[in-house]
């Protein structure tokens, strides 16, 4: 009888961690859903800068995962560009993580030469983590002033998309 008390008990017990091992993995994984917090970051810089998410509070920001590799990220370059120069002056961050494997060496030149002069980051597992997960590229957060995320898109989207966002958050 205490053998079969004590099997049921190990399976109890069994059940609760895996369960609650799967509700924190979701929590985890819930921190890049749209209506959440942006979850901070600090990461480097092209130049080896560190910067965090949270030192944008108070801005709209665009967070986009990309890389240098990625034809609809390379397309959505040039309107990001343009966003960032119209509306940095008011309220407005844009924000590049790219997951290029080659790092720094691989990024720098190709930012400086597409002319994208806002913050330029390199992913770690973290990031990747707690926005996650990140199926696709690219992969774009819009983040409104209090810091929570209004829109997660994944995939191309045209200039005149973008900027209706950041004209109603601004």
Same mark, same amino acid.
């Given at each position: +009888?205490?053998?079969?008390?004590? %099997?049921?008990?190990?399976?109890? $017990? =069994? ?13 985890? *994984?819930?921190? /890049? ?9 600090? !990461? ?22 990309? *890389? =240098? ?25 844009? #924000?590049? $993580?790219?997951?290029?494997? /080659?790092? *720094?060496? =691989? ?9 994208? %002069?806002?913050? +330029? !980051? ?13 199926? /696709?590229?690219? =992969? ?6 209090? /810091?929570?995320?209004?829109?997660? #898109? ?5 200039? *005149?998309?973008?900027?209706?966002? %950041?004209?109603?958050?601004?």
């Amino acid at each position: +009888m205490h053998y079969k008390k004590a %099997i049921v008990f190990g399976a109890v $017990i =069994t059940v609760l961690l895996v369960v609650s091992g799967i509700l924190s993995c979701q929590s985890r *994984a819930a921190s /890049g859903r749209e209506g959440a917090m942006a979850p901070d970051f600090e !990461l480097q810089d092209v130049d080896g800068n560190l910067f965090r998410l949270s030192d944008t509070k108070g801005k709209v920001v665009i967070v986009d995962f990309w *890389a =240098t590799w990625c034809p609809p990220c390379r397309a959505e370059i040039p309107h990001f560009v343009s966003l960032y120069n119209a509306y940095k002056d008011r309220g407005f961050e844009m #924000i590049g $993580i790219s997951l290029d494997r /080659g790092g *720094a060496p =691989t990024v720098r030149p190709f930012a400086r030469s597409n002319a994208m %002069i806002y913050p +330029m !980051l390199l992913a770690d597992e973290k990031v990747l983590t707690d926005f996650g997960p990140i199926k /696709g590229i690219p =992969t774009t957060f819009v983040i409104d002033r209090e /810091g929570r995320i209004v829109k997660k #898109i994944v995939g191309y989207r045209d200039k *005149a998309f973008f900027e209706s966002l %950041i004209q109603k958050l601004l």
